[in-house]
């Protein structure tokens, strides 16, 4: 039996969980999410998801355990939800209800799966807006009377990290946040 809190931790890709995973290793019994409908291209998910599901092998050879949770993929979904939003830049209104719809998404599984704490690994991508997510996790939790785990994983050389573990377990680096919008 362990004292650590569960969390369930959102992961956009492998790479970017590389690094996060294993700065949570002593801290909690984490689980990992994989939910992203951004991902627009079905050919593009299965290479995301095969980089992940690599990492949380690695990680348990390393940690004993990494269970992955696969979220719906429902490309639709996140479509609907950016309507009117097609032409919005990088890093604006759209990717707000991006990370909305996924970390809305993750707190409910979360609560349905008995975790207290969710997470996400976007803030390890220097692409990424730390304080955003921030007050959307925050604002997430509350809604669901759980904890957001708010860590800024790019921090302390996290993204850095992050490329040198991709390299050297030979993971799928994409070069765009998975949406035909920001392709």
């Known amino acids: 039996m362990t004292d650590k809190k569960k969390l369930l931790l959102h992961s956009c890709c492998g ?12 801290e909690y019994e984490t689980t990992v999410f994989f939910y992203n409908p951004n991902i ?10 095969a980089a992940q599901k690599q990492v949380c092998r690695e990680e348990e050879s390393v940690a004993g355990v990494c ?5 719906n993929y429902d490309p639709e ?3 609907e939800a950016c309507a ?10 759209r ?3 991006c990370f909305r719809l996924r970390l809305e998404e993750t707190a409910r599984k979360a609560k349905e799966l008995g975790f207290e704490v969710f997470g996400t690994t976007l803030s390890v991508s220097p692409h990424k807006n730390y304080k955003l997510l921030r007050v959307l996790g925050q604002e997430i939790a509350q809604t669901y009377g759980l ?3 708010d860590r800024d994983f ?6 850095g990290r992050s490329v040198e573990l991709s390299k050297a377990y030979g993971l799928y680096r994409q070069n765009y946040c998975g949406c035909d919008f920001a392709r």
């Open 67 to 71: 269970p992955l949770v696969l979220g």
């Open 95 to 97: 990717c707000t209800v």
């Open 15 to 26: 790479p970017c969980s590389t690094s996060v995973l294993e700065s949570l290793r002593e």
């Open 147 to 149: 904890e957001f785990l």
């Open 84 to 93: 009117g939003l097609e032409d919005e830049p990088e890093g604006g209104s």
């Open 154 to 159: 790019k921090k302390k050389n996290g993204y």
């Open 40 to 49: 627009t291209d079905g050919e593009e998910y299965e290479k995301r998801l």
């Open 77 to 79: 979904r996140y479509i």
